[in-house]
């Protein structure tokens, strides 16, 4: 039986000053499933993902979220859905005069007004244990790690429960040791928490890691998908170039 889709986006098509960024992008992606999406700076990643959570308007198609489409939704429906999608920055986007307890509060006293802060206390412990760094709720972002800050930045993204991921080249700057920490985390977090993700990426350790499937986006047109295995045997040789 195939399983629920929960993004469902039909013959997207966007341009900047009449440059074509993403030509006619056909895209699933089902539940608890990670979608790596491979390609080129400037080859429209970045630019699905904006579509996505509605800070860019497609020219031509349609993107299904949980079964709604985000072309007909207002401005109060939008901002509920974006509590239901967690988007990690390239850079941990932290707010530097705040500690990170403060960070991580930050929005659940946006979205979430009536909470009590029993229950805020430990929603902000669980989602430090979940990010493996229970202590670190009286530190300034100055004081953590390039790891540690996108740790928090992961944190501060969970912490209102999303069922969907959009990471950014969320292993960016790191080195090989702390992406690899990262990579299983996105890894832990799909299983405990069912969620689904699309991550767009450049580091191909953490794709093999972490990917169900891998799309292959070239100059906006998705060229190829399939398994990791699939798109590493493959014989185009663009697709070769990311594996060699």
Not at 143 to 154: A, D, N, P, V
Not at 209 to 215: F, I, K, L
Request: with cysteine; charged share 30%.
């Amino acid at each position: 039986m195939e399983t629920e889709h929960v993004v469902r986006i039909k013959r997207l098509s966007k341009a900047f000053k009449e440059k074509p960024i993403l030509k006619d992008v056909n895209l699933d992606i089902h539940k608890a499933e990670n979608v790596v999406v491979l390609g080129k700076s400037g080859s429209g990643k970045s630019t699905l993902i904006k579509c996505m959570i509605g800070l860019m308007e497609p020219d031509e198609g349609e993107i299904c979220i949980f079964g709604k489409d985000m072309s007909n939704i207002d401005y109060d429906e939008l901002n509920r859905f974006r509590t239901r999608i967690g988007f990690l920055f390239q850079s941990g986007a932290l707010y530097d005069s705040m500690t990170v307890y403060e960070n991580l509060a930050f929005p659940l006293r946006h979205h979430k007004k009536e909470m009590g802060k029993q229950k805020l206390d430990e929603l902000i412990h669980e989602v430090l244990e979940n990010v493996g760094l229970p202590e670190a709720g009286n530190l300034m972002p100055a004081e953590l790690s390039g790891g540690m800050s996108k740790r928090i930045g992961l944190a501060r993204t969970l912490i209102l429960k999303p069922e969907i991921m959009l990471y950014d080249e969320p292993t960016t700057g790191l080195d090989t040791a702390t992406a690899k920490e990262i990579s299983q985390l996105i890894l832990d977090l799909q299983r405990k928490y069912k969620i689904s993700s699309l991550i767009i990426t450049h580091d191909i350790a953490c794709a093999k890691m972490v990917a169900d499937r891998v799309v292959m986006l070239k100059e906006g047109v998705i060229i190829a998908e399939g398994s990791y295995d699939d798109m590493e045997n493959n014989n185009d040789e663009w697709i070769k170039s990311f594996f060699s």
